[in-house]
């Protein structure tokens, strides 16, 4: 019996069926869009009014800010009191008399150079002396030793025994050209007590000797040689 149903159905009815199963598969997924569209209105209302009401307060605290601001005070300054002028002071010149007193010039008397003494001139005159230069020294020391040398006797033992060497002696020469006294003695040996007696005694015959510049010191090295004598 159920069959024979099916059967009689055409084309026609098996349209029909499947469109109303469409709309019922569609038709709570079409409530639920429309019922959220519905509603997205009025979620976008409630932000607005929100957000407005947030700027309205956040306004009115500004201006409650600025409101509450203290507004500056301009101190006025009391002018300056300028300082007294001082009087001028009143002085006065006094003049006072002045006493001159005569002064009385004394007579010019002429001062009379003092006659110079013996030992002025003495001493003008050796301060007009050149100083002695150490090369005249020299040549005066030259001469005495040409002398003591030209003086000088070898002993006739020393000779015949072979003995030589030289004998430095030194001695004082005074400003007047003698041997100073004690001055006289051997510096250096010859090695031979006759050949030293025989230098001192060269120099005793030679004094006096030409007056030096000054008192001097001398050393004079004898020599005594058998191929000289």
């Known amino acids: 019996m159920r069959v024979h149903w099916l059967g009689k159905l055409n084309l026609f009815h098996w349209l029909a069926i499947s469109l109303l199963l469409h709309v019922s598969l569609i038709s709570p997924l079409f409530l639920t869009t429309l019922h959220a569209a519905e509603a997205q209105p ?4 409630r932000l607005r009014i929100e957000v407005f009401g947030m700027v309205a307060n956040r306004q009115l605290e500004e201006k409650h ?9 301009n101190k006025v300054l009391p002018a300056p009191t300028p300082a007294p002028t001082p009087a001028p ?5 006094v003049k006072s008399p002045v006493l001159v007193e005569k002064v009385e010039e004394a007579p ?7 006659p110079h003494t013996a030992d002025e001139a003495t001493e003008q005159k050796q301060q007009t002396i050149s ?3 150490e090369d005249s020294l020299q040549q005066y020391m030259a001469r005495v030793a040409r002398k003591v040398r030209g003086n000088l006797t070898y002993p006739q033992e020393a000779r015949g ?3 030589k060497g030289t004998a430095t002696i030194a001695f004082t020469i005074t400003s007047a050209g003698d041997i100073k006294g004690n001055s006289l003695r051997v510096q250096k040996s010859s090695g031979y007590a006759v050949l030293d007696s025989s230098a001192l005694e060269s120099a005793q015959v030679s004094a006096p000797f030409e007056e030096p510049p000054k008192e001097i010191d001398i050393a004079i090295a004898v020599s005594f040689n058998v191929e000289r004598f």
Do not use: H, I, S
């Open 42 to 45: 009025n979620r976008a209302e």
């Open 65 to 73: 800010e600025r409101v509450a601001e203290p507004q500056p005070v």
């Open 89 to 93: 002071a009143n002085y006065q010149t």
């Open 108 to 114: 010019f008397k002429p001062v009379l150079a003092a």
């Open 131 to 133: 100083p002695v230069t």
């Open 161 to 163: 025994n072979g003995m």
